[in-house]
């Protein structure tokens, strides 16, 4: 066997290695979160699974969506969002309007529109250009290896918690609470959502037809067939990744009586560790029910999900050979990713929640307050950008 073919043989070893601890690993997580909180976080976690393998398999990611439209003007991505939201709105809105699915109550995100959601999700979409990501990103793109979009987490961790801390302040702040299907039913609050969703698509196609003289194809350039081969080594279809992205919520909304969140098991993770080291967080307002602070994480419904979320994605990043974290970041880009981080998390506390929380699950959930964030996030994002361009960040 000649030096090539030896390279050739250890690299494939090391390949099947890495992924055979991290599917041990993905497993392990499963049978400790059974064994401490039962069989529903058990199936929750390995809904999160799905949702790191579906999220990185697809390369699909909120951030990117916008950034595409924001510089490219490639709608392929928010048209995907849009689409999501379409159809997740078409299967819980009949669902949370009747509060049960199989026997167990259900409820949605419908949270209050004012100045903290308004502000908040503005920073957080400052927060998705600088830091890199969003809330499922964050997590996904973690999960693969990306050691700037680590650091970008430590920081949304701690911005978190700085919400957390100020939360009485935003929260005596005034704020009213739409639902659509509350003001026009289901059949006129979906068709609202419908409405809004194909005119942001429609909006997309305009521009980038203009600016590309043609309509983007939306699953790529790639025609491979989808066989066991391409579901392996990732490179999924968009389509395939909105389908699941949708099952996965509703699949939450199932387990958990209600959908799928990110962004409060920072705040608990970082209150842990702060309670730890001797730090009292039980005096403030946001930990008026401090139940889950001497809980073990695993009875904790998003903490469960998140972890599966990165996870499942370790598995897919060995899967693909792409886990390969980079340590050599400058120390602009470290500051960056925490500036990043700290909108990220201070912006989702304050506004009721992140990407998915407020926007996904908030449209989902008929709360106009969805759509809101989605426009003031899009703005941050704007800003956002501009200032990469103006500091070379």
Known sequence: M???AIVKSQKLQNFGRGQALSALAALILVFMIYQTAGLTNALLSLVGIMIGLTLVYGQFGFTGGWSAWINQRDG?????QMLILALASAIFYPV??????????????????????IFGSFLFGIGMQLGGCCASGALSWAGAGSTRIIITLFGFILGGMW?????????????????LTDEFGVIGGLGVTILICATVAFITLIYEKRHHGRILPFNGEDKTPMTLQRVISGNWPLIAVILLLVLANFLTLMLAGRPWGVTSAFVLWGSKVATFTGA????????QNAAPLSKSVFYDVTSVMNFGILLGALVAAQMMGTFKPQWNITPKMIIVSII???LLGYGSRIAYGCNIGAFFSGVSSASLSGWIWFVSAFIGNLFGNVLKKRFAL
């Open 2 to 4: 000649n030096e090539k």
């Open 76 to 80: 392929r991505g928010l048209r995907a």
């Open 96 to 117: 949370l309007a009747s509060g049960s699915l199989f026997g167990s109550p259900v409820t949605g995100f419908v949270s209050p529109i004012g100045m903290a959601s």
């Open 163 to 179: 919400g957390a801390y100020d939360i009485a302040f935003w929260r005596s702040l005034p704020g009213m609470r739409i639902s």
């Open 280 to 287: 009292d967080v039980t005096g403030w307002a946001y930990w």
């Open 340 to 342: 990043g981080g700290l």
